[in-house]
């Protein structure tokens, strides 16, 4: 059975488009049906750091579990640069994070912000219930 997943990608380096684009390439090979929202820059969220995030919402069609599906996602992340010891400095190289699979909804919190919004609203995505 095929369900559908919505992740939404972040990265706040210096080479934050690059990375995006690299994980468009990565998730295109693995979900060819992958539909992406527009690109989006904009102001970091609960960290020190001042350095703009760009972002971007996709949504897929797979026959893979969620949890097989997270790993597919920090696989990209990892070979994108992401490490542990960025974290502590601020550093998002990748982030790439399930926010619905199916009607289930993964990052309640996530789907409140104004960017995930437009995206969902974009690739025409309904939220199940009333987690928005």
Known sequence: MMTLYTIC?????RCR????AFARRCLAAAFPDIRFAREEDTQPLMLGRKALFAN??????SPLEA??????L??????????PNDKPHEIVRLDIDLLLAGASVCKPGDLKRDYV??????????VPGSAV
């Not at 488009?17 to 995006?20: G, K, V, Y």
């Not at 920090?74 to 490490?83: D, N, T, Y």
């Not at 437009?118 to 309904?126: D, F, S, T, V």
Request: proline share 0%.
């Open 9 to 13: 990608l972040g990265s706040n380096s």
């Open 17 to 20: 488009h690059r990375n995006l």
């Open 56 to 61: 971007q919402v996709a949504c897929f069609h």
């Open 67 to 72: 949890g097989d599906i997270r790993l597919c």
């Open 74 to 83: 920090k696989s990209i992340e990892w070979q994108a640069g992401r490490r």
């Open 117 to 126: 919004c437009r995206g969902l609203k974009e690739l025409g995505i309904e």
